[in-house]
T-cell receptor, first 116, second 114 residues
Framework: AQSVTQPDIHITVSEGASLELRCNYS??????LFWYVQSPGQGLQLLLK??????LVQGIKGFEAEFKRSQSSFNLRKPSVHWSDAAEYFC??????????????FGTGTRLQVTL | DGGITQSPKYLFRKEGQNVTLSCEQN?????MYWYRQDPGQGLRLIYY???????QKGDIAEGYSVSREKKESFPLTVTSAQKNPTAFYLC?????????????FGEGSRLTVL
């Protein structure tokens, strides 16, 4: 079955430390890949996306992600975390060639806590 | 400013009552979506609409209904048939060009059924 997995439910890092959030997918073809961030009680904001081409993509707020086809992964990274990065992060996928709507499938999310 | 407006932000209802959540966008987007969010389950697609007067069921449509009479509006009704309606509901929209791939989200409506 098609799926998106975020194995880490909750991660705590110290401010200034590096961060990596994991995302794995299981699809027959390479999907479009996204990372979104959600602050408490708010909607979601797009951090970055991968459709094709360069497998290392840069996003907003200093985040980057690397697509690894061999591992079916799209992990999110940040070299130095700021306290304002505390939020919930969602990996999402969309299959190409499925009409004009983007029917994203989301992972279950990883909640990031930042300690000072 | 362009964006998506959801209302109300908080809503309390008694069991057995139908509830309608509003979603309005001024981004001139063709597609609109409703997602349900529960703790530990991520977001699940309820309904989506690619064009006015057309909508499709998502993964968890049972107990919900929608309409798309105007491009700007995509209200969601949570009916009494929905067995567990307490949740956070998110509306989103996207432009026709899927190459952008981005969904734009509202700030959500939290429904609590007492």
């Amino acid at each position: 079955a098609q799926s998106v997995t975020q194995p880490d439910i909750h991660i705590t890092v110290s401010e200034g430390a590096s961060l990596e959030l994991r995302c794995n997918y299981s699809y027959g073809a390479t999907p479009y890949l996204f990372w979104y961030v959600q602050s408490p009680g708010q909607g979601l904001q797009l951090l970055l996306k991968y459709f094709s081409g360069d497998t290392l993509v840069q996003g907003i707020k200093g985040f980057e992600a690397e697509f690894k086809r061999s591992q079916s992964s799209f992990n999110l990274r940040k070299p130095s975390v700021h306290w304002s990065d505390a939020a919930e992060y969602f990996c999402a996928v969309d299959l190409p060639n499925t009409g004009t709507a983007s029917k994203l499938t989301f992972g279950t999310g990883t909640r990031l806590q930042v300690t000072l | 400013d362009g964006g998506i407006t959801q209302s109300p932000k908080y809503l309390f209802r008694k069991e057995g009552q139908n509830v309608t959540l509003s979603c309005e966008q001024n981004l001139n987007h063709d597609a609109m979506y409703w997602y349900r969010q529960d703790p530990g389950q991520g977001l699940r697609l309820i309904y989506y609409s690619q064009i006015v007067n057309d909508f499709q069921k998502g993964d968890i449509a049972e107990g919900y209904s929608v309409s798309r009479e105007k491009k700007e509006s995509f209200p969601l009704t949570v009916t009494s048939a929905q067995k567990n309606p307490t949740a956070f509901y998110l509306c989103a929209s996207s432009p026709r060009d899927r190459a952008t791939g981005e969904l734009f989200f509202g700030e959500g409506s939290r429904l609590t059924v007492l």
